[in-house]
């Protein structure tokens, strides 16, 4: 487990847990506060089967996720759900743009996309940062005199 916790990585990896975090929370949120738009109703639009269970099982995970990213709390476990997570919304919505319209339209959609994945792919690697619940659980124990 301290493994999975450790990191060596500087404070200055809280504004990338930032960035992904709060992509993540809110799109999550914007799942059950607009559902049909960004939740069971986009789902069922791009053919995800069963979009009234996997919307709402999406939405919790990038919830979950996103706000362990931000507390930086089991950061590489969230990390890679939500590498699955950003990795089916692109295969789902990104690339069928690419092959109806070609390259420039998709990128012009999946900016995002990719940066999320990227920072998720940096935080697996790197883990949460010195500003982080991760780096404190993971620190030994402070000696206590008498023990």
């Known amino acids: 487990m301290k493994k999975l916790l450790s990191t ?22 914007k799942k059950f ?7 069971a109703g986009r789902f069922a639009k791009i053919g995800i089967p069963a979009p009234h269970i996997m919307a709402p099982f999406v939405g ?13 709390l089991l950061t590489r476990p969230a990390a ?3 590498i699955i997570d950003i990795t089916v919304a ?3 919505t990104k690339i069928p743009i690419l092959l109806k319209s070609g390259f420039w339209p998709m990128e012009a ?16 690697i790197v883990g949460a940062g010195a500003w982080s619940l991760d780096a404190r659980l993971a620190r030994p124990p402070n000696n206590q005199i008498g023990t």
């Open 109 to 124: 959609e999946a900016r995002t996309d990719y940066s999320m994945l990227l920072g998720l792919i940096f935080l697996l």
């Open 60 to 72: 919790v995970v990038e919830i979950v996720g996103g706000l362990l990213l931000l507390a930086g």
């Open 33 to 39: 506060l607009f559902a049909a738009q960004w939740g």
């Open 80 to 82: 890679i759900a939500l």
């Open 8 to 29: 060596s990585a500087p404070a200055a990896t809280f504004a990338i847990r930032l960035l992904v975090g709060l992509v993540f929370l809110l799109e999550g949120i």
């Open 90 to 92: 692109i295969c789902t």
